[in-house]
């Protein structure tokens, strides 16, 4: 009787272990969707502002629509991105780059510096970005220790049975993660 009371207990322990690690799993994976949603705000946000600075900047700089061209099209591409961590983080990276040339740009046009539209705009896109970044970071937290508790042991045991899968970190392009690289401008 005593060797069944037994088994009976770790069935039980393991079934409340199972539980917990399940439970466990759903509130991380809760939690990386919430941080990806905080991303897709941003991001929003973001791709809202842009169509006004280069509105802002295309009154000072006629013959710069080479430059003001691009940064529509990484917009353009960026919103277009949806669903595919990758490929968005990609079109993103190409999004800042261009972001980046439109400022650099001001740098030749005293004017369009001093315009209160265009440093207002330019203040919400640096706090927007900034929230960027926090949100990224957020997420990649979050990915991490649901990526981390999917390989441990014996976690990745009910990470296995459930189905939980791992998700893609949302990375800086190789150029974008030495903030020392100038922006260069050429004409």
Not at 150 to 155: A, D, H, N, Q
């Amino acid at each position: 009787m005593n060797g069944l009371w037994i088994v009976v207990l770790l069935i039980v322990g393991f079934g409340v272990y199972a539980i917990s690690v399940y439970n466990g799993f759903v509130l991380l994976k809760n939690r990386v969707t919430e941080a990806w949603s905080d991303i897709e705000v941003q991001m929003k946000r973001r791709y809202d502002l842009i169509p006004n600075l280069v509105e802002t900047v295309k009154g000072y700089a006629k013959h710069e629509s080479g430059t003001l061209e691009k940064v529509i099209q990484a917009r353009n591409m960026a919103l277009a991105a949806q669903g595919n961590v990758k490929e968005l983080v990609q079109s993103e990276n190409m999004l800042s780059g261009a972001l980046k040339s439109i400022f650099a740009l001001s740098e030749n046009y005293p004017d369009l510096k001093a315009n209160v539209n265009f440093m207002e705009l330019q203040r919400e896109l640096r706090d927007t970005e900034d929230k960027l970044q926090a949100a990224r970071r957020f997420y990649n937290g979050n990915v991490l220790a649901l990526n981390t508790k999917i390989e441990m042991f014996p976690s990745n045991i009910v990470a296995g049975m459930f189905h939980f899968e791992k998700r893609d970190f949302f990375e800086l392009a190789e150029g974008e993660q030495d903030a020392r690289n100038a922006v260069k401008v050429q004409f």
